[in-house]
């Protein structure tokens, strides 16, 4: 019989942590190798079911003798690493990223977590000016590169425009994405493979879109909602929880997470119910899970409504 | 399989085989996060290969499509086991230390040769034979399959002919080889398990067996049957015949779900009291003396479930249940308090620690270990026990431990309900992605996917030469019974080959048409080979030249 590959024995490595000696695994991440350590590290387009894409570039260190800083979310540790996570290049780095984001997205519904390093680093994204009037519903997918005007610095560009509603299961509303990738990476190799949305443009102009610009119900998209499960800044939202927050009833103080498992199949995906008012107003899965990782089929994400009295 | 009914592998396994066999399974659609492995496993470069009659969307990852003839399963497995042998390609190491009947299974499968199961399949030579060299040289290897294996007139033979392939290659018992048949709902697996079937008590104990019978006629304080009881399609067959008067359905739809729904309905509603405990009022709830609503139970209710991998995992409640409506355990509760057994009070956890007092392989699971390790996978006999990933590695050891597991050597014996002249169209059935069985759980949500009405899908070709347009009502017939329903064109049918779901019977009432002749051993109904013939509905379009193109939009765009 052939043996269980169960890989290596992990070697050691020591690296140096805003001066203190440590010792990891070798393969790890610098990010791994930090909340190893409890040192608190920001992170908008890192999630442990994903793979790293280094978009956003917040997560960065400083690595001795190393001319730019380093992306901790994908950079392995190396033996003799000297590592600075609190240095004013990094400080001044991350609050630019921050700032940057903020001065053009709506950063609304973030988690606490990135509102308290914003309050950290000092962000004050006023400072750009006052934001520019959103773009016309389809403008911004429209956009073509390399058709600009520089800007005369009167107000700070932003991303805003209005919302899109095309089904009774998704809310985009494009006004608050980051462009971390995170539902670009789920909807493709990370989990669903079905590849129904992608960047497309370039620059300030870059925007997650169907193919070709179509709307969500004539693309490829099959609803497994797994994008909306990442999104780290409620730009994609399930209607059911869009709903309640449009009409102000949207109360996380009363609302309860039960885990149960799904009743559309036998594979058992685990089931997070977020429950208010006793109505499911939500539907996720545990990230660390090793049936789904997270992710979900359109049934299991949205075929709740049997249940709703 | 070999003693336990259950899938021998792990989803982690599929993630870490070489090559993947989806067999009578379109799990893209119908079990979409195992399909998540899968393709996990596609990305590592392993292989997959997809058996099914229809071009599926699994069938678009695969490195091969053998598009068999539907009901053709057996002389395809059997071609398969001949080209390994042919080749010198099986495990004789293995075939000799773990198992017996391979003299037979030899001769058995002798006759299919590539040529012949060419003929019979429809697959060419060359793709059967490159099944047969994967299978076979794969260092890993996990065979799956779904309904398209389960529900013919020989559903055991089938299955029995797949595991045939795993003892012929040694590709089970051991870390990413395996055998694993995709349960459909939630807890299929569990309620077999469970004993919820008409021939074994809880953990597969034999209901004629006097010894185990025993433990549970003590613990249970009363004398059970000695017999085995009736399957779901006994229990028709008695309704037919005025044996069975009275029937107790918890949470099913047979008025929808039965093959040859029209004959179901009419036995149903010839009962003497049907008691029906549902969610909704079904069909078959309408035709019930009784009903009593019951809790969903995967979120009004506590209780456990298994899934394909074996894994038992509890089922919490969220929400209180609407109206009068009851967890299933009460209501059964206050019901054999009526008949003098008061069991009451009577919590999910309490059943549970009783069940797993009697049932092995369940021993181990308390609540509080299920919670702690996000469920178990059975066989998990003791609380220091930590569940059993794959199954019978006991195969592989030297000697073997335990009975020898058995070949089985099975003939292709064709779906009963012949093609010919009068229904020149084989129909087969299946699951949508959006959707589940009849529709009463996933009816009710907005899916976007759902553009039509639920059609008769055809091949292009088919629709072409029947003249039909895309959307056009026709008249579908079967030996047993008609439905009138639109048409649509779908690429992924060769011509000759049908496709109807059964998830809305109000727009299509597939299972009419359908065919209740079951297979003696599995007690399924041939769900998934139907011979039909379409014919044209309204006034006939005298002088018009069947050759001529299609008017109208037949092969366009759906209407949205």
């Known amino acids: ?309 | 399989m070999f003693g336990a009914g259950g899938g021998t592998t792990s989803y982690e396994e599929v993630e870490q085989t070489d090559l993947v066999i989806l067999w009578g399974s379109n799990a893209r659609e119908t079990h979409p996060i195992f399909f998540h492995h899968v393709l996990q496993a596609i990305h590592r470069g392993a292989r997959l290969h997809v058996v099914d009659p229809r071009r599926t969307s699994s069938a678009a990852w695969a490195d091969s499509w053998l598009g068999l003839e539907v009901g053709s399963d057996i002389a395809l497995a059997n071609a398969v086991g001949r080209e390994i042998l042919a080749q010198g390609l099986h495990n004789r190491t293995f075939i000799e230390r773990a198992t017996t009947g391979f003299e037979e299974y030899a001769a058995a499968v002798e006759p299919y040769t590539l040529k012949e199961a060419e003929r019979q399949t429809g697959v060419p030579a060359e793709q059967i034979a490159e099944l047969a060299h994967t299978y076979a040289t794969a260092d890993r290897a996990v065979l799956c399959w779904t309904l398209g294996i389960t529900e013919h007139h020989n559903a055991v033979d089938n299955v029995r002919a797949l595991i045939n392939l795993a003892l012929l290659t040694g590709h089970v018992g051991r870390f990413g080889s395996g055998l694993s048949p995709l349960r459909g709902q939630n807890n299929v697996q569990g309620g077999g398990d469970m004993g919820a079937i008409p021939n074994k008590l809880p953990g597969f104990v034999d209901v004629t067996d006097d010894v185990e019978r025993a433990r549970f006629e003590t613990a249970y304080g009363t004398a059970l049957p000695p017999e085995r009881g009736w399957h779901l399609s006994q229990m028709f067959d008695a309704m037919e015949q005025g044996a069975l008067r009275t029937l107790y359905v918890l949470g099913e739809n047979p008025a929808d779900s039965e093959a040859d729904a029209g004959h179901a309905r009419a036995l149903l509603s010839g009962l003497d009291h049907l008691v029906v405990q549902d969610i909704f009022l079904t069909r078959t709830a309408e035709l019930a003396d009784v009903v009593l609503p019951a809790a969903a139970d995967w979120c009004e209710s506590e209780g456990t479930v298994t899934n394909s991998e074996r894994r038992v995992q509890r089922l919490r409640k969220a929400l209180d249940p609407p109206g009068q409506a009851r967890p299933d355990l009460e209501i059964l509760a206050d019901v054999a308090a009526r008949l003098g057994h008061d069991w009451r009070p009577v919590t999910a956890e309490g059943v549970w620690d009783e069940l797993r007092s009697l049932s092995r392989m369940h021993g181990g699971m308390s609540y509080a270990r299920l919670d702690e390790h996000r469920g178990l996978r059975w066989p998990c006999p003791d609380e220091d026990h930590p569940g059993t990933q794959f199954l019978h590695a006991r195969l592989w050891e030297q000697p073997r431990q335990g009975p020898p597991a058995a070949f089985a050597a099975v003939e292709f014996v064709p779906p009963l309900d012949v093609v010919d002249e009068d229904y020149p169209l084989r129909l087969t059935t299946g699951r949508r992605l959006d959707s589940y069985n009849t529709g009463v759980q996933s009816g009710g949500f907005a899916s976007p996917m759902r553009k039509r009405r639920e059609s008769l899908l055809l091949a292009p070709e088919d629709g072409r030469r029947l003249d039909l347009a895309d959307g056009e009502v026709v008249r579908v017939v079967s030996r047993r019974g008609h439905i009138d329903a639109p048409v649509a064109f779908d690429r992924a049918l060769r011509p000759g080959l049908a496709f109807a779901t059964l998830h809305t019977a109000s727009e299509l009432d597939t299972n009419v048409l359908t065919n209740d002749a079951w297979d003696p051993k599995s007690g399924t109904a041939e769900f998934k080979a139907t011979a039909i013939r379409v014919e044209k509905r309204g006034a006939e379009q005298p002088g018009r030249d069947p050759l001529a193109e299609p008017t109208g939009g037949a092969f366009g765009p759906a209407p949205a």
């Open chain 1, 1 to 309: 019989m052939s043996a269980v590959l169960v890989g290596l024995p992990k070697r050691l490595v020591t690296v140096e942590v805003d001066g203190q000696s440590v010792r990891v695994p070798e393969g790890q991440t610098l990010l791994e190798a930090l909340r190893g350590q409890g040192v608190a590290t920001p992170t908008l387009c890192y999630l442990e079911n994903l793979a790293p894409v280094n978009a956003c570039r917040v997560c960065v260190v400083e690595v001795a003798g190393q001319r730019t800083l380093a992306p901790a979310c994908s950079r392995p540790v190396e033996e003799g690493m000297v590592v600075a996570t609190d240095s004013p290049r990094v400080r001044h780095s991350r609050k630019m990223v921050l700032e940057l984001l903020a001065s053009s997205v709506d950063l609304s519904l973030a988690d606490d977590e990135i509102k308290g390093w914003m309050a950290t680093y000092g962000v004050a994204p006023e400072r750009y000016g006052p934001p520019a009037p959103p773009a016309a519903a389809g403008e911004r997918d429209r956009r073509r590169a390399g058709h600009h005007e520089p800007p005369d610095g009167s107000v700070a560009a932003t991303v805003a425009q209005p919302v899109k509603i095309q089904d009774d299961l998704y809310v985009r509303d494009y006004s608050k994405c980051i462009l971390c990738y995170k539902c670009v990476e789920a909807c493709g190799e990370d989990a669903q493979n079905t590849f129904a949305i992608a960047v497309a443009g370039r620059g300030f102009d870059a925007r997650i879109a169907t193919e070709f610009d179509v709307e969500l119900p004539d693309s490829a998209c099959v609803y497994c909602g797994n994008c909306v499960g990442v999104c780290p800044t409620g730009a994609l939202m399930p209607k059911s929880e869009w709903d309640l927050r449009q009409s102000g009833q949207w109360r996380p103080d009363d609302q309860q997470v039960t885990e149960t498992i799904c009743s559309f199949c036998g594979v058992g995906c685990p089931l997070e119910l977020t429950v208010q008012d006793n109505r499911i107003v939500r539907v996720d899965s545990p990230l660390d899970h090793d049936i789904t990782r997270g992710h979900l089929c359109v049934k299991g994400r949205f075929g709740f409504e049997h249940v709703q009295h």
